[in-house]
């Protein structure tokens, strides 16, 4: 097996991928090879062009291949309100309810002293300067209903208020410990309409 | 999202890998352009390198960089004995219990005819032109104990004895219905020694 460096490099760097142990990653690795070498180098690529392509929104810190993202360039959304979620794809949760026409602020994160994730881990400075834009007269908190999301919540809105921004966080619609990301669009968009200052 | 192009071809494509589904690939894409580009970049290098590098042995069918892989060109093994294996990993667990020194032949799966999977697939020519250089005198057969691996080494047995090769099979001290990669090395080895003429 010594000479197959780079079956073995291979192994190694699936094994990289979250949730991915080492009996999987060698399976893995010998199904692409195997029976799927047309979708390792498609991967391979993806990979290579995404890490090349892909940064964070100048404005609201999402993924993106531009400087400033599509949404965050749409004259149609409501300047005047910012909307902060953790990932993208809670920002994603959030767009399919359709009740919220406002823009977004994707910390990425979240909170957790715990796992040593501080507020520079969730671009905190960014979100700060982001809010004082001048335009914003209401930050709509929609972190997850976690303990480290209220954490964060809390955090973030005490800082806001003593700034004098309008803080509001989505109505305990959403069931205390859930995640946006496996919560119906229903009650999101209930807990959007019943948001309330904090 | 729309001209997120490269981060959805991300998503998709680890979406490909076995045992993923679009949740955890998106999280996994997520996670490596937020946390670990280093990973993702080497990720993508290895398997566009693998896919590049590695091929199969031209005698004994394992993954190689090298026309005949190391094992194959080993002087010190027993020429007259092959070992017909599924897959590297069990070629991996029989050298492991140090009781084998003879060649191997890897199929790179079992016959499934339910999942299309038929003597092809198997590379069972190669293995019929290896088995039949002048120098083998017994093939042992050590694919897996399941149904179909059970079936698999039916078929091969009855191909090689009709061309007057002598064929065995590891003992059942395996136990039934179980995968060589899980079973401890002393049962392999104890099944070794017990191998039976078919
Ligand atoms: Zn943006
Ligand atoms: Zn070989």
Known sequence: ??????LEALSEALRRLPGVGPKSAQRMAYHLLQHDRAAASELGHALLNAVDRIQ?????NTFT???ICETCLDPSRDASQLCVVETPTDQMMIEQT???KGLYFVLMGRLSPLDGIGPKDIYFDKLMHRAANGLVQEVVLATNFTNEGEATAHYISETLKARGVKVSRLARGVPVGGELEYVDPGTIARAMLDRRTT
Chains 1, 2 share one sequence.
């Open 56 to 60: 964070h929104c100048a404005s609201c």
């Open 1 to 6: 097996m010594k000479k197959n460096g780079s």
């Open 98 to 100: 359709l009740m919220y």
């Open 65 to 67: 291949e531009t400087e």
